[in-house]
């Protein structure tokens, strides 16, 4: 028999709950023995059971109450990303079930804090009634028809007959279908426990059948504690900074945290500090970060420029550069909508105070645009031949769109009468002036997104004159047709515009149900003949205001009805039967179209154009 089970386990073998620093050897081993008796970090601190688990309360909770209640499933369906712990809870699972004292006296329990008889093995993945098999390449057919056979028979010497079922969603469609049946009325001494990380590729007949759990990811505070747990176990000198780069670069993930420190260890070979890790992972340091998303919100490109070549040759990938340039955009942007975000443990103080200052002086609309823009840089910078110069072309591009309107912020700076760059003079047409050395984009200098060292010139407004026709109202948009003799357009604008949102620069409306549906177009390509600006001219789905030709009906409408209540219309009315009212003009409008007509003064109306219209058969036969 082996040593390890006719001598006591150490403190340190899995499987034993509370971590102590390794005793240290009384004298030096060979380097064989050494390399043979080395196991990663990963698996030596493998947890044993239930309450070695970090980050997974729920799970533990939920299984807890089950095996208490006797409410123990056929199935379990454990999904998750990689190192959070599926495999090694399907283990726990296993060693729950078959859980039995010396004496036999116990059933199945989740307080495994003393092994049991069948404990050991089944950690170990060497017990026969627990089989684990890979989906990964056992996904066939014939795999399944093999545990189908197998299911039938009780358990050699454990209570139930185990099978975990990691990578299930390798399995092929015919190999699923084939295990429906056994899956859904497995023997009484059977149970199955699968493990995924690509829970959507699982048929759904399958997961019904299963109680699932979601393994989250292990929050980064928590992960620096159970990783400072394992240091002082192992008797290893750590920074508690390090450690949180550790974290963050696994991601949640347990098993790369291990791994990443395991290889920490190695790389220290002492005490590990955070420019060991930095070094090791080519991570770029958190606060240099910070500096270089500062220059870059200012738009000091010759800055930014070389804040990222300095850690470059410092030996910062480009890719993390920016990928660790774009998690602090999104921290600044959680710190501007939750400010709670701020008491995160595992925020470093530089984040937490430079990220919150940031908060307060860009808006989210500038955070949003550099995020985009970091996202796409990203993509790019792994693609390219020379990862470093592309990420510095990334750096140009975001610090010179910095400091530049959104859209409707230039439209209000065209209204307000503050040019983009046109018109300044400097023989570069329509873009702005050079910056001063260093400058990022300065045209809207006097709207710069964070308090520059080099503050640019405010460009000169837009002469009134080159300002185009003035278009305030529909009316204006009706006569400037009128003007330019597009006689179907004024149509359409009169009969079929009903407006909804109508400033300079952008147009709202909805379409009466016979319009054309290319009015907007057509608009929108006049208008930019005739001013020669750019209007956004759209079709809302709203109910929209009245349309020109129905507003001046119900003004006649409104007209008749005044004139019709009159005392001397009505006696005219009376006195002439089936008389009506054709139309009602203002009197004042009336003598200044008859004065530019050089008409009599006493004329009032012209003799075309009558009051009342007699030329009805009703007025044949009426005496006068």
Not at 95 to 106: E, M
Not at 475 to 483: I, K, M, Y
Request: glycine share 8%; with cysteine.
């Amino acid at each position: 028999m082996s040593d390890e089970t006719t001598t006591a386990p150490p403190a340190d073998e899995p499987g034993f709950p509370g971590l102590s620093p390794a005793p240290a050897p009384a004298q030096p081993a060979a380097p064989a023995q050494a390399g043979a008796a080395y196991r990663v970090l990963a698996r030596k601190y493998r947890p044993a059971h239930f309450g070695d688990l970090i980050g997974q309360d729920a799970m533990v909770r939920t299984l807890t109450n089950a095996f208490a209640a006797n409410r123990i499933p056929q199935a379990w369906m454990l999904t998750g990303v990689r190192g959070v712990g599926k495999t090694t809870t399907a283990r726990i699972l296993a060693r729950a079930l078959n859980y039995q004292t010396p004496d036999g006296s116990s059933g199945p329990t989740t307080d495994l804090t003393n092994f049991g008889v069948h404990c050991r093995e089944i950690i170990e993945g060497r017990h026969i009634d627990v089989m684990e098999i890979d989906a990964a390449s056992n996904n066939g057919v014939d795999n399944i028809r093999q545990i189908n056979d197998g299911v039938r028979y009780a358990p050699v010497s454990a209570r139930y007959k185990v099978y975990i079922v990691d990578e299930v969603h390798m399995m092929t469609g015919a190999a699923f279908n084939a295990f429906l049946k056994t899956l859904e009325e497995p023997p009484p001494h059977a149970k199955f426990i699968f493990a995924t990380t690509e829970i959507r590729k699982v048929p759904v007949t399958v997961l019904s059948r299963c109680q699932r759990f979601d393994l989250r990811r292990v929050d980064a505070g928590l992960l620096v504690g159970h990783l400072g747990t394992i240091c002082r176990a192992e008797g290893v000198d750590a920074e508690e900074e390090a450690l949180a780069a550790v974290a963050r670069a696994a991601e949640g993930s347990v098993r790369d945290s291990l791994s990443i420190l395991d290889q920490a260890i190695a790389h220290a070979a002492g005490k590990i500090t955070l420019e060991d890790v930095r070094s090791m992972l080519g991570l770029a340091d958190r606060a240099r970060v910070i500096d270089l998303f500062e220059a870059v919100m200012k738009g000091d490109i010759a800055a930014a420029l070389n804040e990222l070549r300095a850690q470059y040759d410092a030996g910062a990938d480009p890719v993390v550069v920016l990928t660790d340039l774009a998690e602090f955009t999104h921290l600044v942007t959680r710190l501007k909508l939750v400010p709670e975000a701020a008491r995160d443990n595992g925020l470093s103080q530089a984040e937490r105070t430079r990220g919150a200052d940031f908060a307060g002086r860009l808006s989210v609309r500038v955070l949003a645009r550099a995020w985009q823009m970091l996202l796409r840089g990203m993509a790019e910078v792994k693609q390219a031949d020379r990862p470093v110069m592309a990420a510095e072309m990334v750096l140009v591009r975001l610090a010179h769109a910095a400091d530049l309107p959104t859209p409707d912020e230039a439209m209000r700076l065209l209204r307000d009468g503050a040019g983009l760059g046109g018109g300044n003079g400097n023989g570069n047409g329509g873009s702005a002036p050079r910056p001063p050395s260093g400058g990022g984009n300065t045209a809207l200098a006097a709207r710069p997104v964070l308090a520059s060292a080099n503050p640019d010139p405010v460009p000169a407004a837009v002469p009134r004159a080159l300002a185009g026709p003035q278009i305030a109202t529909l009316e204006d948009l009706v006569a400037l047709a009128s003007q330019h003799r597009d006689i179907t357009l004024k149509l359409a604008l009169e009969r079929d515009v009903r407006p909804v949102r109508f400033e300079p620069g952008r147009i709202e409306f909805a379409l009466a149900s016979y319009g054309s549906r290319t009015l907007a177009n057509d608009l929108s390509r006049r208008l930019k003949e005739w001013t020669n600006q750019t209007w956004i001219v759209a079709v809302v789905n709203a109910e929209g205001g009245a349309t020109l030709r129905e507003q001046a009906e119900a003004a006649k409408g409104q007209r008749e009805s005044d004139a019709a209540a009159h005392p001397a219309v009505k006696a005219v009315l009376e006195r002439f039967p089936g008389a009506r009212i054709v139309d009602v003009r203002d009197p004042r409008a009336v003598a200044a179209d008859a004065t530019a007509a050089n008409a009599p003064d006493d004329e009032y109306l012209p003799d075309a154009e009558p009051l009342f219209d007699d030329s009805e058969p009703d007025f044949d036969g009426i005496d006068f």
